[in-house]
């Protein structure tokens, strides 16, 4: 069996007296689409804003095939393999659409002002633009290219935030509820399209509400509670599991 | 040496004072309505103007003048929140660039009533306390410490002790609790405004007899207000108050004693200081920007 | 083609230009034309998204530099010129540590103050930068002679055609810029800074690029103006200097590349035009501040957008996709 591909070792994050992160770990293996789930307030975007590297933690640390990278600034998390979308729509909403892929291209195909000024960076252009397209077609946006980002429906922004984080071809890509916002028919195609993804090399963790999404497309699957971890394997397990029932419906409970 | 100190002395704590107002003006305003006033300066520059008409050209009684002047200074305030604050409150950068061309006006229009050279208003009082043989205190300096220390004291049982004062803090602390509260956001605003305005024209009108009054003077007085306010915690009174003391006497005593441009230099590199390391000031705790 | 037509017929025009004016006015012209690449190189650091309030002083910084150059060490003039240019991009390099920790009105501030301190020490320091009084007798750009045409720097419309030269490249220079991936950058940077981070750009490193390239040109313009008007001190870069760069910015508006080169234009002329020949020079001030503040409040895409509202309808959408084109 191979390595996991990112560990996440002890992390602990603190936000003054407020501990969102108590002491998790957990290891996403190459290849796999990996679900992290949990209640509301469980810690789960927190964690993705530390392993992007949005955050530092207070304690522990994230490794990438061994290497450290909590700490490191998010472009630099970036570069080394890991890109992320965000929750809600998060474009470059008065750029076209093309333009925001385009901008996700930025690391395998970095522009240089000096070769720009002179006129000889063609070669780079077309390849940051082929690399593009590319990731348009992957999504079904190649028609949509020259509108406006912001000007697209939901369902379609939601595509557009994955093409490009995409076009930079990650190892591992973070996708922060990709499903929320999408009628069922979007979903589906959705879970079509991270499947094709995972088959290409790359890994997925996901987090999400849609228990219906993931549960049909993890291939392991992480429950936090409380900034801790709670439970983790495969759906089935998942789906049994007594802890997790106890915190979903607890906290449901809770809730009415 | 003596003399020296205590002369010294008592001219940072004049310059204090008139500093303190200037500056809890400009941090009311920013407090209440979110947004820098650029021309803070200029309407300092407006006060002193109001002595030179009312006092030295009118020949009327000199407070009276400076009553006068802070009346009129703030329904100026209240002319500037009406026309381009109130539009901008959603683009506080929009009202600070506006605030930018307002100064342009203002300095324009006194250039052209005026005239660009100084005025010089004659001293209202040359009387002096005699403490010892050498050590001599003017009686105006006195006065306007006095004046500043009772304004400001007003301002803060106006704030502590009123309904308006209630409501100023309520909207500066959370403007959305506050107008859910039932508080206007537009009365609030004009109260600050009206406040923060006259403040600085009382400033410039106690201190227009001591220094030569021209259309520019208003720039070395705003450089001065944004080192005080930023340094003391943007949005903290208190804090404007002990930095406007503190900065006034480290200020008076390196320019006597060494060099004004260098305190300035000086003045300037602490503000950058307190922006890189602390952006909410010494006494600072809420951030709005 | 019609594109190069269209191009050669302006040039033409700017080369009659100073021909069909009184002296007086082709001085004005040779203002406007320094202006005019002040304002593009403000546009540049704006490109990013924070507001400067130091950017005049920068100009002054490549004007102090490149008059000193040639004063002290008897530098060729366009030489210190390109030195001055490079200067002020340097001083915005070193700026750069503090004030890309601040945004929003805590950088405007911030630039602000930085600039304050700038313009101190040329106050404070007698040597070598005149103290108050500043810098006078700097060397005039020296004559000199490409064959068809023979500058002589005594004449108004010689320094233009130089100015309009420099201007011209350096326009160029921050079009091909704009233009190409690195200026996508920029505008990335803008709008979504921690989406572009989370796509690898190191936003800190662009802002600093926009401002320090920004700075370079403004280093020129100033570099341009020491040599024509002869004499600098620090009041000519003060904050109303400030005040008419933001004005023909916002009037302009920043959506596009000739927006603030046309806010800067129109009101030019506009000034000469009328308030010269109405004898109401001295309301300059007054008149630009009312626009500053009528622009902010009115008019927040500026002139250009009226231009655009021209032309717009059958050509709005084509404009836009044409403008991916060039950009990608």
């Known amino acids: ?256 | 040496m003596v003399e020296l100190l205590a002369q010294t002395g008592l001219n940072a704590l004049y310059a204090a004072s008139y500093t303190a107002l200037v500056a809890v003006g400009l941090v009311l305003i920013f407090g209440v309505m979110g947004v820098i006033n650029f021309a803070h300066g200029e309407l300092f520059m407006l006060g002193a103007y109001a002595i030179v008409a009312v006092y030295a050209d009118w020949n009327l009684p000199y407070l009276v003048a400076v009553a006068v002047g802070m009346a009129f200074v703030g329904t100026v305030g209240l002319g500037m929140e009406r026309a381009f604050f109130r539009p901008l409150r959603d683009n506080p950068l929009g009202g600070l660039v506006a605030s930018i061309g307002f100064l342009m006006i203002l300095q324009a229009l006194v250039s052209m009533g005026f005239g660009v050279r100084m005025e010089h208003v004659p001293p209202v009082t040359q009387e002096v306390i005699v403490i010892t043989e050498r050590v001599r205190l003017p009686v105006f300096r006195l006065a306007v410490i006095l004046a500043a220390v009772v304004l400001l004291a007003g301002l803060w049982a106006f704030l502590k002790k009123t309904r308006f004062g209630w409501a100023l803090r309520a909207s500066a602390q959370d403007p959305e609790a506050a107008a859910l509260q039932g508080i206007s956001i537009n009365q609030t605003a004009r109260i600050a405004m009206f406040i923060g305005a006259a403040l600085a024209g009382v400033a410039g009108a106690l201190t227009a007899p001591l220094i030569s009054v021209n259309p520019h003077m208003g720039h070395s007085v705003i450089v001065t207000a944004f080192i005080v306010i930023i340094v003391g915690g943007i949005g903290s009174l208190e804090g404007a108050v002990i930095v406007a003391v503190a900065y006034a006497f480290v200020h008076t005593f390196v320019t006597t004693f060494f060099d004004g441009v260098i305190a300035d230099i000086v003045g300037l590199l602490l503000l950058l200081i307190v922006l890189i390391v602390k952006p909410t000031g010494l006494f600072g705790s809420t951030d709005r920007a | ?328």
Not at chain 1, 128 to 142: K, M, P, S
Not at chain 3, 66 to 78: D, E, F, H, T
Not at chain 3, 123 to 149: A, H, N, Q, S, V
């Open chain 1, 1 to 256: 069996m191979s390595p996991p591909v990112l560990e996440i070792d002890d992390l602990t994050m603190r936000f003054g007296g407020l501990t969102a992160i108590d002491r998790l770990s957990f290891k996403v293996e190459r290849g796999a689409i990996h679900g992290l789930i949990g209640p509301n307030g469980a810690g789960k975007t927190t964690t993705f804003n530390v392993v992007s590297g949005f955050y530092k933690p207070t304690g522990g640390e994230v490794r990438l095939r061994g290497e450290t990278i909590s700490g490191l600034r998010m472009y630099e998390v970036a570069r080394r393999g890991v890109v992320r979308t965000f929750q809600h729509s998060t474009l470059f909403a008065e750029l076209t659409v093309l333009e925001n892929v385009l901008i996700g291209t930025h690391m395998s195909f970095p522009p240089n002002i000096f070769a720009a000024m002179a006129g000889v960076d063609k070669a780079n252009r077309r390849a940051a633009r082929a690399r593009a397209e590319e990731a348009l077609d992957f999504f079904g946006l190649a028609g949509l290219a020259d509108e406006l980002a912001g000007d697209l429906p939901h369902g379609h922004q939601r595509a557009l935030g994955m093409a490009v984080a995409l076009a930079a071809r990650p190892d591992v890509v973070l996708l922060d509820e990709p499903f929320t916002g999408m009628n069922p028919e979007e979903t589906r195609r959705m879970m079509e399209l991270m499947v094709k993804l995972r088959d290409t090399g790359v890994t997925i963790l996901l987090v999400e509400h849609d228990m219906h999404a993931i549960m049909g497309l993890c291939d392991r699957i992480t429950c936090m509670s409380f900034g801790r971890l709670l439970a983790e394997g495969n759906p089935q397990e998942i789906r049994h599991h007594p802890d997790v029932i106890e915190a979903y419906l607890g906290g449901a409970r809770h809730v009415a």
């Open chain 3, 1 to 328: 083609m019609a594109k190069f037509a269209a191009l050669f017929g302006f040039g033409a025009i700017l080369l009659a230009l100073p021909h069909a004016l009184s002296f007086s006015q082709q001085e004005i012209l040779v203002f406007l034309t320094i202006n005019v690449l002040l304002v593009a190189s403000y546009r540049l650091l704006t490109l990013t998204g924070e507001w400067s309030l130091g950017h005049v002083v920068i100009m002054g910084v490549g004007a102090y530099a490149s008059a000193l150059l040639s004063k002290r060490l008897g530098i060729y003039v366009p030489v210190a010129m390109l030195l001055g240019a490079v200067t002020a991009a340097m001083i915005a390099l070193a700026l750069s540590f503090p004030l890309f920790r601040m945004k929003g009105f805590y950088f405007l501030i911030g630039s602000f103050a930085a600039g304050e301190i700038i313009r101190l020490l040329w106050k404070r320091f007698r040597d070598p930068f005149g103290g108050p009084k500043g810098l006078k007798k700097i060397d005039p750009m020296p004559d000199f002679d490409i064959g068809i045409y023979a500058f002589d720097f005594f004449e108004p419309v010689s320094y233009y055609y130089f100015a309009l030269a420099v201007v011209g490249v350096s326009l160029w220079v921050m079009w091909r810029i704009e233009r190409s991936p690195v200026g996508l950058t920029f505008h990335a940077v803008h709008w979504q800074d921690r989406l572009a981070e989370a796509s690898g750009v190191n936003v800190r490193a662009y802002r600093t690029l926009a401002f320090v390239l920004a700075s370079g040109f403004a280093g020129l313009s100033g570099a341009l103006l020491a040599h024509y008007i002869g004499t600098i001190n620090p009041n000519s870069f003060d904050v109303e200097q400030m005040v008419f760069v933001l004005t023909w910015t916002i009037v302009g508006g920043t959506a596009t590349f000739y927006g603030p080169i046309l806010g800067c234009v129109v009101l030019t002329v506009l000034n000469e035009i009328v308030l010269r020949e109405a004898g109401f020079e001295q309301m300059r001030p007054l008149i630009y501040g009312l626009i500053l503040i009528l622009s902010v409040l009115f008019m927040p895409k500026g002139l250009e957008s009226l231009v655009r509202g021209a032309f717009s309808g059958r050509n709005a959408r084509k404009n836009k996709a044409g403008e991916t084109k060039a950009m990608e």
